[in-house]
């Protein structure tokens, strides 16, 4: 195997050539892919077994291990990064072992046909970066109003008052209503004025008392003054983690899978 | 491409090959598997840059999509089942778009070097089955303890009392001692027997009042008479959900990559 060349594939292998190819690739710690006819068992906290049928195994440098159906975007079996690998042949059959010290579990992945085994040697030092909008830290307030404050219930979005459009309206765990302005930058001196008015609004059409949160990142220079001024409220929130919380929302789908 | 043959695999295409043969295999809803180098975009809920290097594009019969680096066993971007995709060429770079409906979700990857090309006919009816022992019964409770009943807390487990082993042993949300008897099968007549010379056995050791609770998927004919002679209660629990629940628990930390 040439270690420049960032793929090395292996069509239609024997079951010999195919575990020389595997054992070298675990060995220079190169990410594989195997592409066969396999069982896969799998014993720890629970166990499994799938039956036959063909796959896709990946083993990534970092040891973990993901066997993949042709539908479905969650692997049907897989191991967490740092497991220790073993390859035997038995019985005519590639066995792939990974086993996990602690907690202790084992998946053994049989293959009896492999239609393809390709070792790779990836080079990525690309960064992920993920961004969130107003819109998106909104939304993320409307999915979890805590980010606010406890007990905060939030009525409605984008609600029209004189001044313009209040981000989220709710009310507070003492029954004040509560008007939200979000900004994803740092909120200057006209993000309170804002908010003030938004307020000053509400509290002519309603006969409880109303609060102003102002929830941005951070606030420039003299504005926590100017808030307190105006008996206003300062919330820090990360954009980045409404960002993340929209995505976990879409991760709890990929979670619900296993149950 | 041959369609009866299970991976057809076009190694270092140029961009125009890698196309047509990714086109090609979309259109057949045929697995897909992309090595290269590429970078990624996504924009909904949220949004996210993933910067160039080389990686695993893995598109699947039903429509999922899943973008692996060669760490980690989270794949850094993807798609539910259900995506449309388009492909095209523009500025001699390869970009596959996976576009999800409902909500509106899209991820864009762009090749601008491709190592291998494989498209996969896999076959693959195998039944995935979940197992789960008694032992497995007694982590998922001692995990979930309102499996057994709301606000029961576990104190123990495999207590020892003088005619043998307790599987758990708490209280209840009354403050009462709480003795869980665990069946992976139906529950016969001996097992009602046991739990009461458990619960016996812990009520001369303490002046609180216990209960026995047998936790088993199902009853023999005439033993719910006897538990309530006894004054025992009874939880169904099927073995293949505490299954569920350690997979899940194994799951979570993947869901934490998310966080």
Redesign the interface.
Known sequence: MNPSK??V?I?NPTVKEAEAAVKEALVKRK?L?I?GNC?VEYS?????????????L?V???G???V??????E??N????GCIFQTKIENDTLVVKAIRRKPHECVKVFFDKI??V?A?S????????????EE?MQ?AILAEPQLVEEGFKPIAYEKKVKPGFVDVYGVDSNGNFVVVEIKRKTAGREAALQLARYVEAIRETVNRPVRGILVAPGLAKGVQRILETLNLNYKALDPRK???I??????????EF??
């Open positions: 960032p793929a594939i069509q990410c892919i592409v069982w720890g906290r629970a166990s499994s077994k799938l039956e036959s049928g063909e796959r896709i990946m990534k440098e970092d973990s291990l993901l993949h159906r042709s539908k479905g975007y692997p049907v897989w191991q967490p990064p239609y393809m390709s790779l990836l080079k990525d030092a690309g960064e992920f970066s993920l961004y969130a909008s998106d939304r409404c960002a993340e929209l995505r976990r929302s879409k991760t709890r789908k990929l979670a296993f149950r």
